[in-house]
């Protein structure tokens, strides 16, 4: 990979217009894959990225189509978990021969996935650490933190130099799959709380039972990962403990997907704790609680 930097961002919203928008601050010539309501006002105006340390408009390409993908040297991939396998095969045939493909997307197992429909050796498991919103069309909200842990690859080392120089920071590590466990684990304890109570992190965890509702939805999922064999560094229930201190006003993304009427990714959060578990006869009820409650408020409000 040159210095400078062709990025293509697929599933362009939140999480992909930060990462993206920060590349292309730094002069790497970026491309969004989004939504048109979002395309259309970032064709105009540029992107507004309102940080903790910034509030401007970003200038860069913006697409609705994955062709836009064509020549990238890196890309980011977006989508919601449910989509990785059709965006992946909307992206093959305008994929470069050297590009990277990051997946910056919630869950453990979609660079797998994602591996079935792109050549495995271009796609990269990566994780993400960014609380972020899209405020309205083409502006994306940053509440805190934005670091990636990304998995050694063809191509790993160069992209990890890029976005570290242009304020992301990024480790390249040999335990991805640990690290996706862990954030998965994270997910799994505070995404579902906040969507149902439609709270921020810090007010949904002073709700009456609720911590200890957390730690049984944590012991759960480590005794999944350890009977899938899964390296876990550190003690994990400090640090889904110490998350609401780093983010308390964050609503989680399946919070912010219940309230705008999307289909949210509890089936690969807790739904994935809780299949796993049956398979390897592993109870998992507060899981599967979350999880049904969940599904029963995104049914009502008919998801799409």
Same mark, same amino acid.
């Given at each position: 990979?040159?210095?400078?930097?062709?990025?293509?961002?697929?599933?362009?919203?939140?999480?992909?217009?930060?990462?993206?928008?920060?590349?292309?601050?730094?002069?790497?010539?970026?491309?969004?894959?989004?939504?048109?309501?979002?395309?259309?006002?970032?064709?105009?105006?540029?992107? +507004?990225?309102?940080?903790?340390?910034?509030?401007?408009?970003?200038?860069?390409?913006?697409?609705?189509?994955?062709?836009?993908?064509?020549?990238? /040297?890196?890309?980011?991939?977006?989508?919601?978990?449910?989509?990785?396998?059709?965006?992946?095969?909307?992206?093959?045939?305008?994929?470069?021969? #050297?590009? *990277?493909?990051?997946? *910056?997307?919630?869950?453990?197992?979609?660079?797998?996935? *994602?591996?079935?429909?792109?050549?495995?050796?271009?796609?990269?498991?990566?994780?993400?650490?960014?609380?972020?919103?899209?405020?309205?069309?083409?502006?994306?909200?940053?509440?805190?933190?934005?670091?990636?842990?990304?998995?050694?690859?063809?191509?790993?080392?160069?992209?990890?130099?890029?976005?570290?120089?242009?304020?992301?920071?990024?480790?390249?590590? /040999?335990?991805? +799959?640990?690290?996706?466990?862990?954030?998965? !684990?994270?997910?799994?304890?505070?995404?579902?709380? &906040?969507?149902?109570?439609?709270?921020?992190?810090?007010?949904?965890?002073?709700?009456?039972?609720?911590? /200890?509702?957390?730690?049984?939805?944590?012991?759960?999922?480590?005794?999944?990962? !350890?009977?899938?064999?899964?390296?876990?560094?550190?003690?994990?229930?400090?640090?889904?403990?110490?998350?609401?201190?780093?983010?308390?006003?964050?609503?989680? &993304?399946?919070?912010?997907?219940?309230?705008?009427?999307?289909?949210?990714?509890?089936?690969?959060? #807790?739904?994935?704790?809780?299949?796993?578990?049956?398979?390897?006869? !592993?109870?998992?009820?507060? #899981?599967?609680?979350?999880?049904?409650?969940?599904? *029963? !408020?995104?049914?009502?409000?008919?998801?799409?």
């Amino acid at each position: 990979m040159s210095s400078t930097l062709k990025v293509a961002v697929m599933g362009a919203g939140a999480v992909g217009c930060y990462f993206g928008g920060m590349l292309a601050r730094a002069g790497h010539e970026v491309t969004l894959i989004a939504r048109p309501q979002h395309v259309d006002v970032i064709q105009r105006d540029g992107l +507004r990225m309102e940080t903790k340390r910034f509030d401007e408009q970003v200038h860069l390409a913006a697409s609705t189509d994955a062709s836009a993908v064509r020549g990238a /040297d890196l890309v980011l991939f977006c989508v919601k978990s449910a989509d990785t396998e059709a965006a992946g095969a909307q992206l093959r045939p305008h994929l470069a021969p #050297n590009a *990277l493909v990051l997946t *910056l997307q919630n869950g453990v197992d979609n660079a797998d996935r *994602l591996r079935t429909v792109l050549p495995p050796q271009q796609v990269g498991a990566a994780v993400v650490y960014v609380a972020t919103e899209m405020a309205g069309p083409g502006h994306v909200k940053h509440h805190g933190r934005g670091e990636l842990v990304i998995a050694p690859s063809s191509g790993s080392e160069a992209a990890a130099r890029a976005l570290v120089a242009a304020g992301i920071p990024t480790e390249v590590s /040999d335990n991805v +799959r640990g690290a996706l466990w862990t954030k998965l !684990i994270i997910n799994c304890a505070y995404n579902a709380v &906040s969507a149902i109570a439609q709270l921020p992190y810090g007010q949904a965890v002073q709700g009456v039972g609720v911590k /200890d509702v957390m730690r049984d939805v944590v012991d759960e999922c480590l005794a999944v990962a !350890i009977a899938e064999g899964v390296r876990i560094p550190g003690d994990t229930h400090a640090i889904v403990r110490k998350l609401v201190e780093s983010m308390p006003a964050q609503y989680s &993304s399946t919070a912010q997907d219940l309230a705008r009427g999307k289909r949210t990714e509890i089936d690969h959060l #807790n739904g994935l704790v809780v299949r796993r578990g049956d398979a390897l006869g !592993i109870a998992t009820p507060a #899981n599967r609680v979350l999880w049904a409650l969940v599904k *029963l !408020i995104e049914d009502k409000r008919g998801g799409t």
